[in-house]
């Protein structure tokens, strides 16, 4: 999925897992720039997808000089895309973003398994895109 994301919004992504110490780790990471890092989250089999937005909340209190995106990605028939602890996560990212202004940033993408099209989410994310590489 990676490999979709990065081609739609011509970003690089490492290939590797971002590891957040002991709050566990990010499936992949694309870097925009020294301090600005993109993290993705593949959403296949997670029953709670809220977590894994939370869990950046600890890396945004310490290190105060960076700004991440977390592009969170499902599929129509992912377990959390419609479930009460999916809509939290979508919540707590919006949360984050207020709490962390101009340092965090969340969208969500939902992609077609048949065609890896992106069915949701993309405008917003490209727009953001476009303002955060300025």
Known sequence: MAG???TK???AFQGNQYDLERWGRVDDYSILS????????IETRQKHPCTNVLKLWPILETQLSFRFLLIQVFFPDSPGLNSSRGNLGSWLGEKM???FPS???????VISK???EIVEGSK???DLLG???L
Do not use: C, M
């Not at 340092?103 to 993408?109: A, D, G, S």
């Open 97 to 99: 973003e207020k709490e």
């Open 9 to 11: 919004l011509g970003l």
């Open 124 to 126: 917003s994310l490209e």
């Open 131 to 133: 303002r955060l590489t």
């Open 114 to 116: 048949q065609t890896n």
């Open 34 to 41: 020294d301090q600005t890092l993109v993290f993705l989250e």
């Open 103 to 109: 340092r965090f940033f969340y969208r969500r993408l």
């Open 4 to 6: 979709i994301v990065s």
